[in-house]
């Protein structure tokens, strides 16, 4: 070994432990150490609801995936508003992801004139599921035993019946305005204050119809207090076949499912994105909880970032567009 050689051997053995990391590119140092301390997962809704059970399905998978805890971080609050805030204003390392869904993403930044974060600084991650919301109504209210009667109905009394909703500008909501629209009825909106509260109003016979999270009537329709008329998304649920979907019932081309997914701060890096989505496409493959997600009518996706950034641009131009139709604003 020639005395040149030997010099520069010794150099690197001097060298501080990991300091070899930093000669390599920052994608592959940043994939080289992600994580190195437990991971964040950002709900902006309360604990207890539909959101929250879907993350917790999946984090102890989440966990195994990525060798590190997942800690769930409930933070609700102004429609999502302050938790998603509070998600994209973390350091851009992979270390704290968001919970995001139809509202956060293409109807708060529509509705409020301050939500406190920007759909711009949101980098995709996954796409976890899609989730049909369900039309019912109370069995002993109303008489109709489908959505085309219902509607048939609803064309004969205009300003006869009254719909329930998690709250205005509520996904519930906005898909309630859309069959409005789209079927040519007069229904009157009762907001209330989430999901639970609305479903509990058409129980109690003070609204005719809901439109709900699937979690929030479930055990309702298997106790035969609600009828269930059809579902929102474009095709039948596959834990609920036989209720039909709005555009098979007199409403060609309605399509208002709600959707859910994954993002982390803009300016995160790549090889930290591709980690985390293929932890999150790991666990949504895992047969048990795939089942778990069916029961429960979510359809998981597991659409990359760049499929999932697709969607969330579609369906912020959607939504936006029945927003301005419909003049609705709210205060933040």
């Not at 994580?35 to 207890?48: D, E, I, K």
């Amino acid at each position: 070994m020639t005395l040149h050689r030997r010099h520069a051997l010794q150099a690197l053995l001097a060298l501080p432990a990991g300091s070899l990391l930093t000669g390599l590119p920052r994608a592959a140092r940043a994939q080289e150490t992600f994580p190195s301390r437990p991971v964040t997962l950002l709900v902006p809704q309360p604990a207890g609801g539909g959101a929250d059970s879907l993350c917790r399905t999946l984090q102890a998978r989440l966990q195994e995936a990525l060798g590190q805890p997942v800690v769930i971080d409930n933070r609700g609050g102004a429609a999502g508003n302050i938790g998603t805030a509070a998600g994209l204003s973390a350091k851009a390392d992979g270390h704290t992801l968001t919970f995001v869904n139809l509202s956060t993403v293409a109807l708060n930044p529509h509705l409020y004139a301050k939500t406190g974060y920007q759909v711009a600084d949101m980098q995709p991650v996954i796409q976890l599921a899609s989730v049909a919301n369900l039309i019912v109504v109370h069995p002993s209210k109303v008489t109709a035993r489908t959505l085309r009667e219902f509607i048939a109905q609803a064309r004969q009394s205009p300003g006869r019946f009254s719909y329930a909703t998690a709250g205005n500008g509520s996904g519930n909501h906005l898909g309630g305005e859309m069959l409005k629209r789209m079927a040519g009825i007069d229904l009157l909106h009762v907001p209330y204050k989430g999901g639970a509260p609305a479903v509990n109003a058409a129980l109690a016979g003070e609204v005719d119809m809901a439109v709900a999270d699937p979690l929030a009537v479930m055990a309702h329709l298997k106790a035969g207090t609600l009828r269930a008329l059809a579902v929102t998304s474009s095709r039948r649920a596959a834990a609920l076949p036989d209720i039909p979907t709005v555009a098979e019932s007199g409403v060609p081309g309605y399509d208002a499912p709600s959707w859910a997914g994954i993002v982390v701060p803009r300016g995160t890096p790549a090889a930290v994105v591709t980690r985390l989505h293929a932890a999150f496409a790991q666990a949504l493959k895992t047969p048990d909880i795939a089942a778990r997600l069916s029961a429960q009518l979510y359809e998981p996706a597991g659409a990359d970032p760049k499929a999932f950034g697709a969607l969330m641009a579609a369906e912020d131009a959607r939504w936006s567009k029945l927003i301005r139709q419909l003049d609705i604003r709210l205060d933040s």
